[in-house]
């Protein structure tokens, strides 16, 4: 119960910035149409490219900038809090808390992407199946399917951002290693171009990287492109991942104490 106390908190001091809400809205959609007609002329070329036809293509555009803020694709959420309490020391309180540090910060996170989603996420979609008449998902599992491809985004994503933001236990400063964490996610989240249509054996590589969980994924099992079983081996491929971020948490978490104590942080 603590954890849902968490991400209700989280959830409700988010909603407290309405228009910063509708300016992110007017802005995702000003960059889906400026990237729809710019993806609609370059599948004018390439009538399949990637196996997708142009409605998928444009509608690929709206999931993106939909998922943008609720993934934090960029960065930002509750690991840039982390870090900044990281470098004032202010993080040795966070670890006397009835729950652990990655439980906390997990959980206001889903708290901030649930607010995201529900704003950021439906506003843009909205503009998008008016405009462009984007393609819906076609059966129920497809929908489900998205859903849980979702939750699992959001916490492949935040297990990234917690890596990064805990760089600050031994640099201070996590600017540079963000940076570097968000050019990978642009490039390889699918947020440029969608992955599908790198050529092999990039393709191939960018698929198996842990960022593809961020977008290509739900949009490909929103287009029905993962149907079957290959839904569910797409939703394995993404908790495989997870867990392995999360290991690699808890090991870095368990290092970084160790080396707080010893600073008598």
């Keep these: ?155 492949t994503s935040f297990a990234i951002r917690f890596l990064v933001a805990s760089s600050a236990f031994w640099l201070l400063d996590q600017s540079g290693v963000k940076m570097l964490s968000g050019v990978c996610a642009i490039f390889f989240t699918g947020m440029a171009l969608p992955l599908v249509i790198f050529p092999e054996p990039l393709r191939s590589i960018a698929l198996a990287l842990p960022w593809a969980s961020y977008l290509q994924t739900p949009a490909d099992i929103w287009l029905g492109k993962d149907a079957g079983t290959d839904l569910l081996a797409a939703l394995g491929v993404q908790v495989l991942w997870l867990v392995v971020l999360f290991a690699c948490c808890r090991a870095v978490l368990a290092a970084a104490t160790r080396k707080v104590v010893v600073q008598g942080g």
Excluded: C, K
């Excluded at 020391?89 to 649930?114: E, F, K």
């Design 1 to 155: 119960m603590l954890h849902v106390a968490i991400a209700t908190r989280a959830f409700r001091r988010y909603s407290t910035y309405r228009a910063a809400t509708v300016s992110g809205i007017f802005t995702n959609s000003v960059f889906g149409v400026i990237y729809s007609y710019a993806y609609l002329a370059l599948w004018a070329q390439r009538p399949h490219a990637g196996g997708y036809d142009a409605t998928d293509a444009v509608t690929y555009v709206w999931i993106g900038q939909a998922l943008l803020m609720t993934v934090a694709l960029w960065g930002g959420g509750t690991t840039d809090e982390l870090a900044e309490r990281i470098r004032t020391g202010d993080v040795a309180v966070d670890l006397y808390r009835p729950v652990g540090l990655l439980g906390w910060y997990l959980a206001g996170d889903l708290g901030r992407a649930a607010y995201h989603f529900l704003t950021r996420g439906l506003g843009p979609t909205v503009i998008g199946l008016v405009v462009f008449h984007i393609r819906l998902p076609g059966t129920p599992a497809a929908a489900l399917g998205f859903l849980a491809s979702l939750v699992l985004a959001v916490m």
